[in-house]
């Protein structure tokens, strides 16, 4: 019997409000320069579902409704060992 690939994967994918890609750009020169050229990559700009976004960042969705997020700080974990 031969091993043949599936061509029919069950579940479709599908974006949510909470389903973020987060880039953490801690500058403020590199951040106020980066979201202008989202919107000139024709992303556009949404309120946040989560409102923690919001505060130091702001939220894109492209045109099929995944979403991404410039937030101006650096990430990391400061309670981790």
């Excluded at 992303?43 to 101006?72: C, H, K």
Aim: glycine residues 4%.
């Amino acid at each position: 019997m031969k091993n043949r690939a599936c061509r029919i994967h069950p579940i479709q994918p599908w974006p949510t409000q909470e389903d973020l890609l987060v880039f953490y750009l801690p500058k403020a020169e590199e951040w106020e320069q980066r979201c202008p050229r989202m919107l000139a990559a024709g992303f556009r700009e949404v309120q946040s579902f989560n409102p923690y976004w919001a505060q130091r960042g702001r939220t894109f969705e492209d045109r099929d409704g995944y979403r991404l997020v410039i937030q101006r700080a650096v990430w990391g974990n400061k309670s981790a060992a």
